[in-house]
C-alpha cells in the first residue's frame, strides 16, 4: 500500500518536472500582458500570431530547418557506411573510431562551436552558413552512426551473402537487401537527427554572424532586447512540434527502440 | 580425374591463423548428391563456403567443369547455396524472394513470372507467393530458400544442413523432396548434415569429415556396412568398439578373450549383433530402454560398457541383475589399424 503510493508520488512529481514547464510556456505565451509572465494577465492569441510577423524569426527559422534537414541528410550519407564497415567488416581500429565518432557526444557543444569558429571560419574565411552546416553534421553524425548500427547488429548478415550469390555485387546487396531492411532505423536517425539539430545552442552560439543565425540563437538575442511573451508562444510551438514528431514516429517506427 | 565436375585439390582453408582443413581432396561427379558428413565443428561448412566463394583459400584449388575458380567470385560462379538459416530477404515476399536473382540477370519480365512460378511450383509454394516469409512457417521457408537457388539454374547447389531446423516428420517430407527435386533436375547437389540416417537416405556417396579431413568417401552401402576405421564405425552404429590382438579383445575398462581368431586392430559390433542371455561373457544390467520394437540395454562388463539391443518379444532383463552375452563372430567388424 505505502509503496504504490510512494511511486505514485514519485512518478507525479517526474512527470510534474518534465511536462510542468511545456504547460508554464504555453500560458506565458497566452499572456494578454506586454511582459513576459506567469501565471499569465489575461488571455490572447496575438502573441502567437506575432511569431509569425517577426521578419527574424522567418529567416532563422529557414536556417534552422535548412541545418536540420541536411545536415542530418549530411551526417546519414557519412554515418550509414560508416555504421555499416563497423559492424561487418573487422576494421584495425574499430573501437577507436566508434569513440572518436562518439566525442562530440562527450566533448561540450561550446568548446566544439569555439574550435570551429577559430580554426575553420576565422583562418580559412569559412562562412557562417558553411560552419554551421559542418557544425550540426558533425553534432548528429554520432547518432546517426549508433541508431544505425544497431538496427544492423540485429539483420543477419547471410542475407547478404545470399544475395551475392544469386548476382549481386556487394555494393548491390547493400543497396537491395541490406538498406531496405534498416530503413526505419535510418528514419528514426533522421528524426532523431532532426530534432537534436534544430535545437541545438552551444555550438551555434560563436557561429552567428550577421543575418545569420539559427532560430534558438536568434530567440536567445530577441529577449535580450524584447521581453514580451511572443518567445514563450514560439518556445510552445517548437516544443509542439518536436513532440509531434516524436509521437508520429513512436507511433509507425517504434521509435523507442533506437534510441 | 576423368568423371570429376568439381574438384577440391590439396584444398586448406583457414580462420586467420588457424587453419580449420588443412588438406582436402575431392572429386565430385556430375549430376552427383553428395553429403557431407561430420560431427559439428569438423569443417563442413567452411568448406561448402568456399566452394561458394565465401571465403578465401588458403591453399590449394577449387574447379569446375575443368576450370579454375579459386579467385573467381562468388556472384560469378553459378553456384547456388541454401543457408542453414535460410537466409530469405524478408522486406520482399516469397515471388520477389525468387525472383530476386532472375531480375538482376535482365531477363525479361514475362520470362522472370514463368521461372518464379515454375520455382514456386516446383516446391509446392505456388499459393504463397504473395506471403512475406515472416508469415510462412519453417517447412515452408525452407523451400522457398531451395525454389529461391533452384531458379538460377546453378551449376552446383550446395545446401548445409537443409533440414536440421525442422521438426521430425517435415524432415522425412523435405527429404523425400529433396530427392525428388534432385532427379527431376540434375543438378549436382552436395548438401552437409551431422545425421548419418540422413547421408544414408540421400546421398549417392557420403564424405564423411572429422577435424577438416575425409575420414572416409564412398557409397551408403560402403559406410553402412563397411566403415575403415573405428571413428567412422562408431559414426555408422557400431557402438562397441574394442582394441583386438589375437583373441583377446581390450576396453577402457580391461580385457576378455574372445572365441574365434581376429585380424590385429579394432574389432566392432554394432548393438543389435550382440547376444544377450547366454554366452561367454558375463556383466550386469545398468541401464534398459523400450524402444519399441527394441529393448536397449546398457550392460557393465570387465571390458566396460556394452550396448545390446534385443527384440522387444524377449523377455526383459531388470536392472542390477546379471547376465552373460556373447560378442559372436557373425557381425563382428574387423578394422585394420594403418
Ligand atoms: N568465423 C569463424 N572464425 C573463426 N573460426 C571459425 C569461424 N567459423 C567456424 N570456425 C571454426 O572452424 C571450425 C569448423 O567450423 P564449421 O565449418 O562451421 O564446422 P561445421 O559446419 O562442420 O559444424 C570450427 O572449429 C569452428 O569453431
Ligand atoms: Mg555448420
Not at chain 2, 67 to 79: F, W, Y
Request: contains cysteine; charged residues 15%; glycine residues 8%.
Amino acid at each position: 500500500m505505502t509503496s504504490t503510493w510512494t511511486s505514485r508520488i514519485i512518478i507525479g512529481l517526474t512527470l510534474t518536472f518534465l511536462i510542468g514547464p511545456f504547460f508554464i510556456i504555453i500560458a506565458a505565451g497566452l499572456s494578454a500582458g506586454d511582459f513576459l509572465a506567469f501565471p499569465p494577465e489575461g488571455l490572447t492569441l496575438k502573441w502567437y500570431i506575432k511569431v509569425f510577423e517577426v521578419e527574424s524569426f522567418r529567416d532563422s527559422f529557414a536556417l534552422s530547418m535548412f541545418l536540420a534537414v541536411f545536415g542530418t541528410i549530411a551526417a546519414l550519407m557519412l554515418g550509414v557506411p560508416a555504421a555499416y564497415a563497423l559492424s561487418r567488416y573487422k576494421i584495425p581500429y574499430g573501437e577507436t573510431i566508434k569513440t572518436v565518432v562518439a566525442a562530440p557526444i562527450i566533448v561540450p557543444g561550446i568548446i566544439v562551436g569555439l574550435a570551429l569558429l577559430r580554426y575553420l571560419v576565422v583562418p580559412l574565411s569559412f562562412t557562417i552558413t558553411l560552419a554551421l552546416f559542418l557544425a550540426h553534421t558533425a553534432l548528429v553524425l554520432p547518432y546517426a552512426v549508433r541508431v544505425v548500427s544497431s538496427s544492423l547488429n540485429n539483420l543477419r548478415s547471410d542475407m547478404e551473402e545470399a544475395a551475392v550469390l544469386l548476382g549481386c555485387s556487394r555494393i548491390g546487396a547493400f543497396f537491395r537487401v541490406v538498406l531496405p531492411n534498416i530503413q526505419s532505423g535510418v528514419l528514426a536517425a533522421f528524426i532523431l537527427g532532426f530534432v537534436t539539430s534544430f535545437n541545438q545552442v552551444p555550438v551555434s552560439l560563436f557561429l552567428s554572424g550577421p543575418g545569420v543565425r539559427t532560430l534558438p540563437i536568434d530567440m536567445l538575442s530577441y529577449m535580450e532586447i524584447t521581453y514580451d511573451p511572443s518567445v514563450a508562444a514560439l518556445s510552445a510551438l517548437l516544443a509542439f512540434m518536436s513532440v509531434v514528431i516524436v509521437f508520429v514516429a513512436e507511433k509507425f517506427l517504434g521509435f523507442s527502440r533506437y534510441v | 580425374m576423368s568423371d570429376a565436375f568439381v574438384s577440391l585439390q590439396n584444398l586448406s582453408l583457414a580462420y586467420g591463423k588457424t587453419v580449420v582443413v588443412p588438406d582436402l581432396n575431392l572429386d565430385i561427379r556430375k549430376g552427383e548428391l553428395i553429403a557431407l558428413l561430420g560431427p559439428s565443428g569438423c569443417g563442413k561448412t567452411t568448406t561448402m563456403r568456399a566452394i561458394a566463394g565465401l571465403m578465401s583459400l588458403h591453399g590449394g584449388s577449387i574447379s569446375i567443369d575443368g576450370i579454375d575458380m579459386s579467385r573467381t567470385p562468388a556472384n560469378k560462379r553459378g553456384i547456388g547455396l541454401v543457408f542453414q538459416s535460410y537466409a530469405l530477404f524478408p522486406h520482399l515476399n516469397a515471388f520477389e524472394n525468387v525472383a530476386f536473382g532472375l531480375r538482376l540477370k535482365k531477363l525479361p519480365k514475362s520470362e522472370i513470372a514463368s521461372g518464379v512460378e515454375a520455382g514456386l511450383n516446383t516446391v509446392g509454394l505456388s499459393h504463397l507467393a504473395d506471403r512475406k516469409p515472416a508469415e510462412m512457417s519453417g517447412g515452408q521457408q525452407q523451400r522457398l530458400s531451395l525454389a529461391r537457388s533452384l531458379v538460377m539454374q546453378p551449376k552446383v547447389l550446395l545446401l548445409d544442413e537443409p533440414l536440421s531446423n525442422l521438426d521430425a516428420r517435415l524432415r522425412l517430407e523435405m527429404r523425400t523432396e529433396l530427392q525428388r527435386v534432385q532427379r527431376d533436375t540434375g543438378i549436382t547437389m552436395v548438401f552437409v548434415t551431422h545425421d548419418q540416417s540422413e547421408a544414408l537416405a540421400l546421398a549417392d556417396r557420403i564424405v564423411l569429415m572429422k577435424d577438416g579431413l575425409i575420414e572416409q568417401l564412398g557409397t551408403p552401402d560402403d559406410l553402412y556396412n563397411r566403415p575403415e576405421t573405428a571413428f567412422a564405425a562408431d559414426f555408422f552404429g557400431f557402438e562397441n568398439i574394442f582394441n583386438v590382438s589375437g583373441s583377446i579383445i581390450t576396453g577402457p575398462q580391461g580385457s576378455a578373450p574372445i572365441n574365434f581368431k581376429a585380424v590385429d586392430g579394432h574389432l566392432a559390433w554394432r548393438p543389435g549383433a550382440i547376444k544377450i542371455g547366454n554366452g561367454s561373457h558375463q556383466g550386469t544390467v545398468r541401464g534398459v530402454a523400450f524402444a519399441g520394437e527394441q529393448r536397449e540395454y546398457v550392460i557393465d562388463c570387465q571390458l566396460g560398457q556394452i550396448k545390446a539391443s534385443v527384440s522387444a518379444d524377449e523377455p526383459a532383463h531388470e536392472i542390477g541383475t546379471s547376465i552373460a552375452f556373447d560378442l559372436p563372430k557373425a557381425g563382428a567388424l574387423s578394422i585394420l589399424v594403418t
